[in-house]
């Protein structure tokens, strides 16, 4: 298949309040790049559905909402006119069909001859590696091969964006790991624009360009999976993605104070103030002079690190990864050192 490029997907002022009155979305400003892969991640119910049944056509934004695929307004056109690939958890697969039939329904439903239609289907079969499986009846196969077959499907009427919606979430574990690899390195070599909801935080951060988290309606932060991992905009997306440490404490004159102690920071005075870290932000010094001082409660050996869990004198909990080598045991007194740029203050 020949590698090209997908749409760039602009949605403008899109909110969405339906007729019983509930508001999944709040209007809403977002740009997905032609070719960037851009995960919407958020607990259940925070509109990640909604929105990207507004951007396939699926449903109409509110009043004013303006959907754009390459600057052309498409708002007022439905899905069979946007061009665009839809992979469910469901599948939604035709039971009825064989494998290579439900991949060249979409091109069948365009009016694309048969031969050119087979040949299309097979390319794309062949692309996901499941030509030996064309002939086969989608209940003969497994829930991983189903939703390549829906993936194949969805790109082989060569669509402006792929939009999948929690693709995997029916898949055990170690399937999901192996085709998440897949359908990254297949996204990226067709350089096609998708747009992937999950509420797999894992996923997400394996997956995306960006990452868009939300919550109830609202976008809380975009940004690339290192930005939204490593400076969370706020508690919601610290808690929401990754383990986050929080020291609630004081800011004053350039120094932090909590319950462990002070350290240096260089941040205006706040007289309530939150530092989130993540545990491999923080390094455990022994022999503590001053600083922040934990206590040691727990540490698990994991091979290649070792999880430390500390804890505050006002007992709140921290934990640390550290190399394998350092010797720590329960009871002792550790000093926290804190990567610079590798935490935030809230
Ligand atoms: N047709 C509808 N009519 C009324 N409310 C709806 C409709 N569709 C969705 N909602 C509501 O809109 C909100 C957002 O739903 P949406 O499906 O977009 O969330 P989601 O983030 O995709 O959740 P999940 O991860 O559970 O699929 C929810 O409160 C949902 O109940």
Do not use: W
Request: charged content about 25%; some cysteine.
């Amino acid at each position: 298949m020949k590698p090209r490029t997908g749409a760039a997907v602009t949605l403008a002022g899109c909110g969405k309040t339906f007729a019983d009155g509930t508001r999944a979305l709040a209007p809403l400003d977002l740009s997905v790049a032609a070719g960037e892969t851009l995960v919407l991640l958020g607990p259940s119910g925070c509109g990640k559905t909604t929105l990207l049944r507004i951007i396939a056509g699926l449903e109409s934004p509110d009043a004013g909402g303006r959907v754009l695929f390459d600057g052309a307004d498409v708002t007022a056109l439905p899905i069979e006119k946007r061009n665009v690939g839809m992979v469910f958890q469901s599948y939604a697969l035709f039971p009825n069909m064989n494998v290579r039939e439900n991949v060249a329904y979409g091109l069948r439903v365009r009016g694309v001859g048969k031969a050119e239609r087979s040949r299309l289907a097979d390319e794309v079969l062949e692309m996901m590696r499941i030509d030996a499986l064309a002939e086969r009846r989608i209940t003969q196969l497994s829930g991983g091969q189903r939703q390549r077959v829906a993936l194949a499907r969805a790109l082989a009427v060569r669509p402006k964006a792929i939009l999948l919606d929690e693709p995997m979430a029916a898949l055990d574990a170690a399937l999901r790991e192996h085709l998440r690899g897949e359908i990254d390195a297949l996204l990226r070599r067709l350089s096609i624009t998708a747009v992937y909801v999950t509420h797999d935080q894992a996923e997400a951060l394996a997956l995306g360009d960006r990452i868009v988290v939300m919550r109830e309606g609202e976008i809380a932060q975009v940004g690339t999976p290192r930005e939204v991992y490593e400076r969370p905009a706020d508690a919601f997306v610290a808690s929401f993605v990754g383990t986050t440490n929080r020291l609630e404490g004081t800011v004053r004159g350039g120094r932090f104070a909590c319950a462990a102690g002070t350290m240096a920071l260089d941040a205006p005075d706040m007289p309530k103030a939150a530092l989130l870290f993540r545990p491999e932000a923080a390094r455990l010094v022994l022999d503590p002079p001053a600083g922040l001082v934990l206590k040691v409660e727990q540490v698990q050996f994991q091979g290649a690190r070792q999880k430390v869990t500390l804890c505050t004198p006002d007992s709140v909990r921290v934990v640390v990864e550290t190399p394998p080598d350092l010797e720590i045991a329960p009871g002792m007194l550790m000093g926290l050192a804190l990567d610079p740029n590798r935490f935030s203050l809230v």
